[in-house]
């Protein structure tokens, strides 16, 4: 957008825009996309670590009113220090959106009932994010358009600092999930013992039957080897209680 020579109407009436070359604009978002890089790999998991999900996400939420009111007072900025207050921006914007997003995205995978319903979550939410990135930049659009005719640049911007408003009150609302097992997983973990349980016992019986037979099997071939041992009382015995016909004798 091009400088304008119109002095502004402070706090709200003013307009104009930076006049930066292509060149600049497409080094502004490479440089945007290896600081979102940055942070989505190396710095969030720490943070996330140490402070939570919810925690992150209210940090970050509540700074977005802020910079959506800040921003549209760049134009004001004398032209040396334009480019570090956009690069000081441009950090916190990314920082703001690599912090929010993955944490609602934990918290959508912790608060869900079953895993049997996370793909519905991701796929509803996923659908509400296009949603709002169909109707955004229309709706942003035509409040510059209405913005510009009146002079009131920040207009847009100025809307959408009351949309964060909104959505950072309601995240002080929000509770944190921390299940680390799903309901349904606990009813087919109950099922499976169950089952086990069932399984288990006639297992056991046929086990013990096992151990049984050997332990008759070994108590016989005891017994047989006791009774062929010359001069052992079992034989000795087994020869006195047998009849006087058993042993071949006639008077």
């Known amino acids: 957008m091009p400088e304008t020579t119109t002095p502004p109407t402070l706090p709200f009436k003013f307009t104009g825009g930076f006049?930066?070359?292509t060149k600049t604009?497409?080094?502004?978002l490479s440089v945007q996309g290896a600081i979102q890089m940055f942070i989505t790999l190396i710095v969030f998991p720490l943070v996330n670590r140490r402070l939570g999900?919810?925690?992150t996400f209210r940090m970050t939420v509540l700074s977005y009113p802020l910079l959506y009111l800040v921003v549209p007072y760049l134009t004001l900025v004398p032209k040396e220090?334009?480019?570090?207050?956009i690069y000081f921006i441009l950090v916190?914007?990314?920082t703001a959106q690599a912090f929010a997003f993955p944490s609602t995205a934990i918290m959508l995978a912790n608060s869900a009932p079953s895993r049997r319903v996370l793909g519905t979550l991701n796929g509803v939410a996923a659908s509400s994010a296009s949603l709002c990135r169909a109707f955004g930049p229309t709706v942003s659009g035509l409040l510059q358009s209405a913005g510009l005719s009146v002079g009131v640049l920040g207009l847009p911007w100025w809307a959408n600092a009351l949309i964060a408003v909104l959505g950072a009150i309601l995240s002080l609302f929000m509770e944190e999930e921390k299940r680390r097992t799903f309901e349904s997983e606990k009813v087919v973990a109950d099922v499976d013992d169950e089952e086990e349980a069932l399984v288990s016992p006639t297992f056991t019986t046929t086990h013990e039957v096992d151990v049984s037979l050997v332990a008759v099997e070994s108590s016989r071939a005891s017994f047989d080897i006791l009774r062929s041992a010359p001069g052992s009382p079992i034989t000795m015995r087994a020869t006195r209680d047998e009849p006087l016909g058993a042993r071949g004798y006639t008077p």
């Open 25 to 28: 604009i497409g080094g502004i």
């Open 92 to 94: 916190w914007k990314v």
């Open 53 to 55: 999900s919810l925690t």
């Open 19 to 21: 006049a930066l070359p």
């Open 81 to 85: 220090l334009r480019l570090p207050c």
